[in-house]
């Protein structure tokens, strides 16, 4: 029942904000550049790994997060548009809107 209702809400929530969504992705090019979408990899239910998407929020390259952070990444994190993408993940099933944030994974371990 609870994935039915993630997927359904999820749908819904993908079709309501496609527009907000493809304004963030033209924006995003056209202000900050290619990739649109920063991914990462985050363990999941019982440590499964899946890649988790949000829009880039700063430039690519090396340094100090701080000074990476553009204008519009400032905007969409402040806003958390940045995480509109999730909804991808929550539609394919690696998340889920109730439950724990999913934690970074880090691959030293």
Avoid: W
């Avoid at 359904?8 to 904000?17: D, G, P, Q, R, V």
């Avoid at 907000?20 to 033209?26: K, R, S």
């Avoid at 979408?37 to 363990?43: A, K, V």
């Amino acid at each position: 029942m609870k994935r039915c209702l993630d997927f359904l809400t999820a749908l819904i929530l993908l079709l309501l904000f496609s527009p907000l969504l493809l304004c963030i992705a033209l924006l995003q090019l056209l202000l900050v550049g290619k990739p649109i979408l920063f991914s990462q990899t985050r363990p999941g239910l019982h440590g499964k790994l899946f890649t988790i998407y949000k829009f880039r929020s700063m430039a690519v390259g090396e340094g100090e997060d701080k000074t990476r952070l553009t204008s519009f990444g400032r905007f969409i994190r402040k806003t958390s548009l940045d995480e509109l993408p999730q909804l991808f993940s929550v539609l394919k099933g690696d998340m889920s809107f109730v439950g724990p944030r999913p934690a970074l994974y880090n691959q030293d371990d």
